[in-house]
């Protein structure tokens, strides 16, 4: 496909990502403003006593109510527009199981962080910002462990890949990053799309390296090792321990700030108190505003890092036109806009436009 339809998939994706987030910005303020969040609270109660079960309800509800006025913007990119730009390989009902597989796995693990953060509002108060952080840093170090290992086999078929060659390349290529890999897995990303990726996933001994077939198919091995290359380059550069660590930073400082900001704007709205459960979706406002400030921030660090572990690609492999060549492959095949607005690419894109990287890697050794 040309660079046209990419940009029109892209703004497309973006012009309705944009508008659903304002959307359920406006919505949420509504449903706090004329007090529909307060009638929710006080209906629920008149079946349930218990505060646990109460915001379990009312958090359900909402994910109802949103899920049914947004269904219409989640069938048009996640299925629709997929399929009018050749890029799904799934039936309208594996689509539809797939998002239930995703709601189940995410309340299995919601859930339980819904009643952590409850207890932390109400044992700590206007401070639960600070064990709340805590244990998020926990959960996200533990969810790292248990992913490869875990939560992937549930969407996809993982195996060791059996190209003994290109193994053996990106166990060498491994073992020059410091890291010992004893297997190199592949998972069945064709189910769902045509699209192509690689990742390094995992911590400690769940770290994995994993292909998908889209890219195992269609790409040189050449091409491949290059790919490893750049995620082994995160490893090298030390950026996965970076990245906790900013992550970690920014989680303590938004929880800080949409903490105080919820306690001031309480009054506002004819609430008494941080833990009435009524009041809890300002939270969610306030945390959407600050996320908003921090995006361009995150993103203009993760695209240094992918800079990063595009030159170490190139160091590391010797092999600068092969690697230039995928990214350019996996543009196309991924629909990538190859040259977004300059204040799109600043402000949305955690990668680097393609050609803002050829252009890098164009100047690099």
């Known amino acids: 496909m040309n ?36 009638q929710l609270e006080v209906y629920i109660r008149n079946f349930i006593s218990n505060d646990y079960l109460t915001i379990l309800f009312f958090v359900l509800a909402l994910s109802l109510i949103s899920l049914i006025l947004f269904a219409p ?66 959960v ?32 060498n290529l491994s073992k020059d990053a410091g890291l ?16 192509a990726n690689a990742a390094f996933t995992g911590l400690g001994k769940t770290k994995r390296i994993l292909l998908g077939d889209t890219l195992l198919d269609n790409y040189t091995e050449d091409e491949i090792e290059t790919v490893i290359a750049h995620e082994l380059g995160h490893y090298k550069r030390k950026h996965i321990v970076k990245n906790i660590f900013i992550g970690t930073v920014f989680s303590f400082l938004t929880f800080f700030l949409i903490a105080h900001l919820h306690k001031i704007s309480l009054s506002w709205f004819g609430f008494s108190e941080i833990a009435q459960i009524a009041s809890l979706p300002l939270l969610f406002l306030w945390g959407a505003i600050v996320g908003l400030v921090q995006t361009p ?25 092969a690697f230039i060549q ?12 190859r040259e977004p607005h300059p204040i799109v690419e600043w402000f949305f894109y955690s990668h680097p436009s393609i050609k803002n990287r050829t252009n890098n890697l164009s100047s690099f050794i």
């Open 3 to 38: 660079n046209t339809q990419a940009k029109k998939y892209s703004n497309t994706k973006l012009i309705i990502g944009i508008t659903e987030a304002v959307l359920s910005f406006v919505l949420l303020l509504l449903f706090i403003n004329f007090n529909f969040s307060l």
């Open 180 to 195: 010992n890999v004893q297997n190199v897995y592949k998972f069945n990303m064709s189910k769902n799309t045509k699209k």
């Open 140 to 171: 996200s170090v533990l969810l790292a462990q248990i992913v490869p290992i875990i939560i992937l086999p549930i969407f996809y078929k993982i195996t060791p890949i059996e190209n003994e060659s290109l193994k053996e390349r990106i166990v």
């Open 297 to 321: 921030i995150t993103n203009y660090i993760s695209r240094k890092f992918e800079y990063e572990a595009d030159n170490y690609a190139v160091i590391s492999t010797n092999k600068k036109e």
């Open 326 to 337: 995928t990214l350019e492959k996996l543009t196309d095949q991924n629909l990538g806009d």
């Open 73 to 138: 913007f989640n069938f048009y990119t996640g299925y629709y527009l997929e399929h009018k730009y050749n890029l799904s390989n799934q039936t309208f009902w594996k689509w539809i199981i797939e998002g239930l597989k995703e709601s189940l796995v995410g309340a299995v693990i919601g859930i339980p962080l819904l009643f952590l953060f409850y207890f932390t509002i109400k044992s700590f108060g206007i401070n639960w910002w600070l064990p709340f952080g805590a244990l998020m840093f926990i």
